[in-house]
């Protein structure tokens, strides 16, 4: 069972626009959250994560917000490149502190349009 | 810093034979990770290691799979015998675990499975 969810599998975004990724999670036990980046024939990389207690957090052009209440979170990219075409991946700890793993979404696939 | 080495980076093999993919880890990290990759399941972890001991097996989905870390540098994947269903991609990750902090994972490039 999918504890955490990304419901679009493929979002088109013109560029220097704003891309709007989101995921859903269904473990309120989740306590850390991650995004991750691939590009084709290569593995995941970190992009940026957030702690439960917060609710924002930023690294350049981009965000993620976290909405507890509704087991929510989402990653703002701004502007948007033609870089950033990628699928991107939510992902959490499976236990707290991540030494055991993490338990990934079915990934976004980002296309940034010229 | 080379990063997670993982190879073969491609293996077509035909059903029934066996099948090893390797991955060599950061080095430093004590922590290992093999996820699998398919469209239908997305990213799923199948096992991890800890300081070279196997921690956590229950990702692995049935007896023909088995995995080992004989070193801190090493670790390999076996599918024996390999079935259509397995074809896939392969990731092998690694981190520094600490208590108290979520480490980064680590992904090599992975190992794209094919079996006829």
């Known amino acids: 069972d999918q504890q955490v969810k990304q419901n679009s599998p493929s979002l088109s975004v013109q560029e220097g626009r704003i891309s709007i990724l989101n995921c859903d999670y269904t473990n309120s036990m989740f306590d850390y959250f991650l995004w991750y980046k691939k590009y084709p024939a290569e593995g995941p990389t970190f992009l940026i994560s957030?702690?439960?207690?917060?609710d924002k957090n930023e690294d350049g052009r981009f965000t993620v917000f976290l909405n507890k209440s509704a087991k929510h979170l989402s990653l703002h990219i701004v502007p948007s490149q033609p870089g950033d075409s990628a699928v991107y991946f939510c992902?959490?700890?499976?236990?707290?502190?991540?030494?055991?793993?993490?338990?990934f979404g079915k990934g976004t696939h980002l296309i940034i349009q010229p | 810093d080379a990063g997670v080495i993982q190879s073969p980076r491609h293996e077509v093999t035909e059903m029934g034979q066996e099948v090893t993919l390797r991955c060599k880890p950061i080095s430093g990290h004590n922590s290992l990770f093999w996820y699998r990759q398919t469209m239908m399941r997305g990213l799923e972890l199948l096992i991890y290691f800890n300081n070279n001991v196997p921690i956590d097996d229950s990702g692995m989905p049935e007896d023909r799979f088995s995995a080992k870390m004989p070193n801190a540098s090493f670790s390999t994947l076996k599918i024996q015998p390999s079935e259509p269903r397995d074809s896939a991609v392969y990731f092998c990750a690694s981190s520094l675990a600490g208590r108290g902090r979520v480490e980064t994972q680590y992904f090599g490039p992975g190992t794209r499975l094919l079996v006829l």
């Open positions: 957030i702690s439960s207690i917060k």
């Open positions: 992902a959490a700890p499976r236990r707290w502190g991540g030494a055991d793993g993490l338990t």
